[in-house]
């Protein structure tokens, strides 16, 4: 985990939010300006369906396996992630070259990545708690959700949800943990993997990591 200084890690934090917010723009995935619906639960309550399913996967300890926490959050992620709108910026020009059968495999293999990391990372627990910090409305449709995850032995770590509202509900687009954005690095190693050989070596990648992650 990378520490920072508060001042620094909020001037990150915001260039992070910025450039990923112009790629969205500039690729033309902005969702509309359209008021939201009166019955669109807000930001942070979508967040914290997924905090409060990861700490119950803690809670249950090893009365869970890792297939067990994987399958509790996969259709939950299947919800809650802006899976397409992570493709679009994870591989930008080149999302919308691809056939639909290959959108269609990262978005499942994607989800699949992102519901054994948690499954792998959030098993034990000891006391921790996500806490409200803020929430800052960007626009009709963007909103950064702050919490503080506090463990156990007391240290805090700061997560910054990236969020984008689409027609029914608020969805995640990236989770910035401590100032670091795991989907930048994501899409750095994506496109050079693309750029040096070709999609299904991306799959392949990704598909490796979900193995990582339940042998981690």
Not at 65 to 77: D, N
Not at 122 to 134: H, I, M, T
Not at 168 to 183: E, F, H, K
Request: one cysteine or more; aromatic letters at 10%.
């Amino acid at each position: 985990m990378v520490y920072l200084s508060d001042s620094l890690q909020d001037t990150t934090m915001k260039i992070l939010l910025r450039n990923i917010l112009c790629c969205f723009i500039f690729a033309g995935t902005a969702l509309s300006a359209q008021a939201p619906a009166d019955d669109t639960a807000p930001p942070e309550e979508t967040v914290a369906r997924l905090e409060t399913a990861l700490i119950e996967n803690m809670k249950a300890g090893d009365s869970m396996t890792f297939e067990e926490r994987f399958e509790t959050l996969r259709p939950l992620l299947d919800e809650i992630m802006a899976v397409d709108r992570m493709g679009r910026y994870l591989f930008g020009r080149d999302w919308a070259s691809f056939e639909d059968a290959q959108r269609a495999e990262f978005k499942q293999t994607f989800l699949d990545l992102s519901a054994a990391t948690y499954a792998s990372q959030f098993k034990e627990f000891g006391g921790e708690s996500f806490d409200p910090v803020a929430v800052r409305q960007q626009s009709e449709d963007r909103a950064v959700v702050k919490r503080r995850l506090t463990t156990g032995s007391g240290r805090q770590i700061a997560f910054d949800y990236l969020m984008t509202r689409d027609d029914s509900q608020w969805q995640i687009v990236t989770i910035i943990t401590d100032g670091v954005s795991d989907l930048a690095i994501k899409r750095t190693q994506y496109q050079r993997i693309l750029g040096n050989e070709d999609f299904e070596a991306v799959i392949a990648h990704i598909r490796d990591s979900i193995e990582s992650q339940r042998s981690g």
